[in-house]
């Protein structure tokens, strides 16, 4: 099992990154997709999530309306768009992959692309 995010970088205040996660050794349409983020001194928080089948995406209200999450079950594909970037987004950014089987929860992480907005 495997989940390779890339994407992330420096960008000013405003700007725009797009991050990807790359999946491969599990059946990634049947899993929800979420991406996590986790700033300096803080907990792992929960930024967006995609279920399986593409629909009903939700968002932390701190980046509502200017983060959109997507997926590409055909290439086993995550996408996070990321505009009107602010310096408090600054984070590693971590893809999730997730389900519940028969009661067994399913949990699969990548290893972080660094976020940095900055002027």
């Known amino acids: 099992v495997q989940l390779v995010e890339s994407g992330g970088g420096l960008v000013q205040p405003g700007g725009s990154l797009r991050l990807s996660c790359a999946a491969n050794?599990?059946?990634?349409?049947?899993?929800?997709m979420n991406w996590y983020r986790q700033a300096p001194g803080k907990e792992r928080e929960l930024v967006a999530i995609?279920?399986?089948?593409?629909?009903?995406?939700a968002y932390a209200d701190s980046v509502k309306g200017r983060f959109t999450i997507s997926r590409d079950n055909a290439r086993n594909l995550v996408y996070l768009q990321m505009n009107s970037l602010k310096p408090e987004d600054t984070a590693v950014y971590y893809c999730?992959?997730?389900?519940?089987?028969?009661?067994?929860?399913?949990?699969?992480w990548g290893q972080g692309t660094q976020v940095t907005v900055s002027s």
């Open positions: 050794g599990f059946t990634f349409s049947i899993y929800d």
């Open positions: 995609i279920s399986s089948a593409g629909s009903t995406p």
């Open positions: 999730n992959a997730r389900r519940t089987i028969l009661g067994t929860i399913y949990n699969f």
